[in-house]
């Protein structure tokens, strides 16, 4: 069965550098998502993407993040200068179609810790 | 705004036993869609089941089934038979009929299935 997988699956970084989390969504999905969960908190939205430019993205997705699907199978989330907050696990999903909301394919996600 | 709330931080339940896991939204969009997702230890989220907002029947997979009641804005989920691999942190999410995918999260309930 396809899946989404994510590298690397902990990261641990100091405050202020350049952080990528990478995704390779399943092979023919169009619409690709971030989500993080703070330890213990809820799920939250961060960006979708389509068509190679972004959907939309929530008040947490601020100049610090970008999104870039580089090539026909990667999709990478970049935190340009990490702050102590950003820790969180990371959750890459795609899905075939945004509308009508098609099933969300979540991958195992990346634990980031900004230390 | 949007929201997604489930008041049971923690939930238990006996093997072989029912158990129902609470969710409310509060949405003024006509047109959206319900979901549980299952994240276990291993933090992976899986899609139990869901249900879109304009069918009367309730979703059911397997020993999991929805009670959902649109005017009261409640979206139950229903785990019959439970087994050990049950256990694992539930979350209810909302989604709409838009090109973007978003999803909406609820808290999570954690469910403990008991020998």
């Known amino acids: 069965e396809p899946e989404v997988t994510q590298t690397p699956s902990h990261q641990v970084t100091q405050m202020g550098q350049e952080v990528i989390l990478r995704c390779v969504p399943i092979?023919?999905?169009?619409?690709f998502y971030w989500y993080r969960q703070i330890l213990g908190q809820k799920v939250e939205f961060l960006v979708s993407?389509?068509?190679?430019?972004?959907?939309?993205k929530s008040e947490i997705f601020d100049d610090q993040f970008s999104v870039e699907r580089p090539d026909g199978s990667n999709f990478t989330l970049k935190i340009r200068s990490t702050k102590l907050e950003d820790s969180a696990m990371y959750f890459c999903?795609?899905?075939?179609?945004?509308?009508?909301?098609?099933?969300?394919?979540f991958g195992p996600g990346t634990r980031l810790l900004v230390l | 705004a949007q929201t997604v709330t489930q008041s049971q931080p923690e939930m238990s339940v006996q093997e072989a036993e029912t158990v129902t896991l609470s969710c409310t939204y509060d949405?003024?969009?006509?047109?959206?869609?319900l979901f549980w997702y299952k994240q276990p230890p291993s933090r992976q989220m899986i899609l139990v089941i869901r249900?879109?907002?304009?069918?009367?029947q309730n979703a059911t997979e397997n020993r999991f089934s929805v009670n959902f009641q649109k005017a009261a804005k409640s979206f139950s989920l229903k785990i019959s038979d439970s087994q050990l691999g049950d256990a694992a942190m539930y979350f209810c999410?909302?989604?709409?009929?838009?090109?973007?995918?978003?999803?909406?999260f609820g808290q999570g309930t954690t469910l403990q299935v008991k020998p």
């Open positions: 999903a795609s899905s075939s179609s945004g509308r009508y909301q098609e099933t969300q394919y």
């Open positions: 092979s023919n999905h169009l619409y």
């Open positions: 993407f389509y068509n190679n430019e972004i959907s939309e």
């Open positions: 949405t003024s969009e006509s047109d959206y869609y």
């Open positions: 249900q879109e907002a304009y069918k009367q």
């Open positions: 999410a909302e989604g709409f009929s838009s090109n973007t995918g978003k999803l909406i």
